[in-house]
Structures are given as structure tokens and as C-alpha cells.
């Protein structure tokens, strides 16, 4: 089994001061920089991204600083590296939740200036199911063989991603969101930036909740691919609890940067296919063939030249009227 180097029971400390920070920056986002609510611009949504992939850089350069100097400068850069491996990896799995926000609020018909707001409480939802997810993984990965089940989900969900077309969204028909509306009431009306309103003398839940709800209900889903996939580039819960989260802290204003354009980037769905199967690969493989670690830089390289190709590709090559009409 291989050495974890940031074992929960000594690093605590570090789990709850990151999660301090975590909430510190989620309270400015919503309670100072977007206290009213407002459509959030093309120029706004670039600024915080900037701003989230510099907090992520300067963590990844303050973790190899700090691991250098306990472990030594070759554990200092492969525990970075699989820092920035899985920040990107999550990060381009997280295009994928882009379309669905599209389509979501879409569906539902949430205007611009409250889509924020669902998107910041389906932001700290999120947060709380990785947390579950990732524990519970890091649990499971102590039994060896749960690597190459995970390996192998990796590698179908890849060729399934590649050659099932994907389902029209329906969230009317969810299981549980049915269920929900059998105990809640629902509005088919909008009120204000509310989530729940009073009418009568019952309490209704409003578009606004719904969307939020079947968004949290697909997180949990993408959630069992992106875990594991983290886990195929690095054993160390930490790395994969900070990537994770630094990930999805971005992912609104990505979102907000990239909603209109989302389209373009067709050939991406193939390019994180081959990622998945990339990985699942080297979880059940490729690790136990390269001495029981395939090399670090060589994961950051290929999956870096994979997502360049298929975007430099869904550019050069874009979608034609009557195939994006269709889509």
C-alpha cells in the first residue's frame, strides 16, 4: 500500500482551515460582491476566474514549498504535480455541469440575475457531497481491489460518454423531484430570488428551488465519476479533497464566462472521454505496470494535449447550423 503522507488524524488541523477559508471567501462572493442581485457579466465572470485559478496556483506553489521542505524536493514535485493533475482534470470535468446548468435553467426559465444565487447554494451542496464522496473513498481505496472496479467504471463511463448520445433533460420526470412535489407544493410562478414562499397558509417551493434541486441531484452524479478519477492520479486525500474543491469553487464563473459559448467546444465531450479512459487505465494498469506509480508529469501531459486537441479541433472544425440547431 502506498505511503499517505497527509494522514487525516495528523493534518486535521489543516481540513478545518481550509474549510474556514473555503466558507470565508464563499461568505464575500455572496454576501459583499453579489449581496444584490444582478446578471453577472461576461468581464465579471472572467475577473473571478482569474481570481479562483490564481488562489488554486498559489496553493499548489505554498503545498510544494511546504511538502519540499518535510519530504524532500522529488516528493515536494510529484505531490504538487498530482495537485495541478487533478485540479485540471476536475476542471475540465466540470464543462460537463456547464451544460447542464444551460439546460437547467433553460427548462425552468430562471432569469439571468438569479441564476448566481442557485448556483452558490448548489455551489456549498456540492461542497458537502464531495466531502462525503471523497472519505468514503479514500476508506474504500485501503482495499486493493476497489482500484480496478474503479478503474473499470472509469474506462465504460469514458466509451460511454464517446458513443451513447446523450438523453434529453427532463427534470419533471426525476424520480426524486417527483417525490419531492408529493410532500411540497410547488409555484410554477417566480418570486423574487425566493426559494420558498408562503401562500396561503402553506409553504411552496418556487422554480427557483427545483432547479437548484435537480442541480444538486446531478452533482451527485457527476460527483461518481470525478471522485474516482482523482483517485486513479493520486492516493492522498488531501490532494484530492483541495483539487476538488478549488474546482468547484470556479465553476460558477465559468459558468457565467462560458454559457454562451459552451456550443463551441464540441469536440470537448470526446476529449474528456479519452480522459476517463486515460485514467481508469492507469488506475487498473498502468500503475501496477511502471512499478505501482505511472509517472505524474506523464498524466499532466497527456491530459493537457488531449483537452488542447479537442479544443484547438471543435474550433478549427466547428459545428454546423443544422447540426447545433439539432443538438
Known amino acids: ?185 410547488v409555484t410554477h410562478d417566480l418570486h423574487g430570488q425566493n426559494f420558498f414562499v408562503k401562500i396561503g397558509k402553506r409553504l411552496h417551493a418556487t422554480p427557483l428551488f427545483i432547479a437548484l434541486l435537480f442541480l444538486e441531484l446531478t452533482d451527485v452524479i457527476f460527483a461518481v465519476d470525478s471522485v474516482p478519477a482523482i483517485f486513479a492520479l493520486t492516493k492522498e486525500p488531501m490532494i484530492v479533497f483541495t483539487s476538488n474543491i478549488f474546482a468547484i469553487l470556479g465553476l460558477r464563473a465559468m459558468y457565467f464566462m462560458l454559457a454562451g459559448a459552451v456550443d463551441k467546444f464540441h469536440f470537448l465531450k470526446y476529449g474528456l472521454s479519452v480522459v476517463l479512459i486515460f485514467v481508469g487505465l492507469k488506475m487498473a494498469f498502468l500503475n501496477d505496470w511502471f512499478g505501482g506509480k505511472f509517472p505524474i508529469h506523464y498524466s499532466l501531459g497527456i491530459i493537457l494535449s488531449v483537452i488542447l486537441i479537442s479544443v484547438v479541433a471543435s474550433l478549427t472544425f466547428p459545428k454546423k447550423l443544422e447540426d447545433a440547431a439539432g443538438a
Open 1 to 185: 500500500m502506498d505511503t499517505i503522507f497527509f494522514p487525516f488524524a495528523e493534518f486535521w488541523w489543516f481540513y478545518l482551515a481550509f474549510t474556514a477559508f473555503v466558507l470565508l471567501m464563499l461568505g464575500l462572493d455572496l454576501g459583499v460582491f453579489h449581496r444584490e442581485a444582478h446578471k453577472v457579466s461576461f468581464k465579471e465572470a472572467t475577473a473571478w476566474s482569474i481570481v479562483w485559478i490564481s488562489l488554486a496556483l498559489i496553493f499548489n506553489a505554498l503545498f510544494y514549498y511546504y511538502t519540499t521542505d518535510k519530504f524532500g524536493s522529488v516528493e515536494g514535485t510529484r505531490l504538487s504535480l498530482e495537485f495541478l493533475t487533478g485540479y485540471v482534470v476536475e476542471k475540465t470535468l466540470s464543462v460537463d455541469n456547464i451544460f447542464i446548468f444551460v439546460m437547467v435553467f433553460s427548462y425552468f426559465a430562471i432569469p439571468a440575475k438569479y441564476q448566481h444565487r442557485v448556483l452558490f447554494y448548489g455551489i456549498i451542496g456540492a461542497l458537502i457531497f464531495r466531502a462525503i464522496f471523497i472519505a468514503g473513498g479514500a476508506y474504500l481505496m485501503q482495499f486493493h481491489w476497489v482500484i480496478y472496479i474503479f478503474g473499470a467504471f472509469l474506462i465504460f463511463t469514458g466509451i460511454k460518454m464517446m458513443f451513447v448520445p446523450e438523453k434529453e433533460l427532463d427534470p419533471e420526470k426525476n424520480f426524486l423531484i417527483k417525490l419531492f412535489k408529493r410532500f411540497v407544493p
